[in-house]
T-cell receptor, first 111, second 112 residues
Framework: DTAVSQTPKYLVTQMGNDKSIKCEQN?????MYWYKQDSKKFLKIMFS???????INETVPNRFSPKSPDKAHLNLHINSLELGDSAVYFC??????????FGSGTRLTVV | GENVEQHPSTLSVQEGDSAVIKCTYS??????FPWYKQELGKGPQLIID?????GEKKDQRIAVTLNKTAKHFSLHITETQPEDSAVYFC???????????FGKGNQVVVIP
């Protein structure tokens, strides 16, 4: 069983489109995260939810909107996609906000 | 502010040799320091961690050392193997916001 699963694994889309990435964890963790990894491998926190409540909201364009329908799911919706949004997006979860379990990533390519 | 510096950015070693990656952090109140390994096409995976009340921790071929006075910690990989080739991230928990801050990553290449 995959602990943190993201879909889709690859996403190629045109500029201006709206897309969503889904994340689900079956670890029973209370906290979930979205990270963006750029071409230089730098991991940048975007959002964090604890029990469906937003606790971290970094300086991210408001075109990015996270949604947590329950504590096992944290989805990321992106409006009006831009070339600079191309990156690998990682979802992660944690039960104690110290030990993180990451998903396998979603490679987003905006053309 | 919170800051974790990681160096060198790229490290190449011959198979069987040792590899050492060093990180420094800014917040003296940090008390937890994990290391993550990211293989190609996968997400980062926790491989070892250390708390501030311990100076060294080992797990088979990997070890982490912590120097709280100097505010730096290091990952040591002995008898490197090709499967050790990956990007390694250090991180630190910052006491003020209980947030995990990652270093910029280090590409380790083990040459057979």
């Amino acid at each position: 069983d995959t602990a943190v699963s993201q879909t889709p694994k690859y996403l190629v889309t045109q500029m201006g489109n709206d897309k969503s990435i889904k994340c689900e964890q079956n670890l029973g963790h209370d906290t979930m995260y979205w990270y963006k990894q750029d071409s230089k491998k730098f991991l940048k926190i975007m959002f964090s939810y604890n029990n469906k409540e937003l606790i971290i909201n970094e300086t991210v364009p408001n075109r990015f909107s996270p949604k947590s329908p329950d504590k096992a799911h944290l989805n990321l919706h992106i409006n009006s996609l831009e070339l600079g949004d191309s990156a690998v997006y990682f979802c992660a979860s944690s039960g104690d906000r110290r030990h993180y379990t990451f998903g396998s990533g979603t490679r987003l390519t905006v053309v | 502010g919170e800051n974790v510096e990681q160096h060198p950015s790229t490290l190449s070693v011959q198979e069987g040799d040792s590899a050492v990656i060093k990180c420094t952090y800014s917040d003296s109140a940090s008390n937890y320091f994990p290391w993550y390994k990211q293989e190609l096409g996968k997400g980062p995976q926790l491989i070892i961690d250390i708390r501030s009340n311990v100076g060294e921790k080992k797990d088979q071929r990997i070890a982490v050392t912590l120097n709280k006075t100097a505010k730096h910690f290091s990952l040591h990989i002995t008898e490197t193997q090709p499967e050790d080739s990956a990007v390694y991230f250090c991180a630190a928990i910052f006491y003020g916001n209980n947030r995990l801050a990652f270093g910029k990553g280090n590409q380790v290449v083990v040459i057979p």
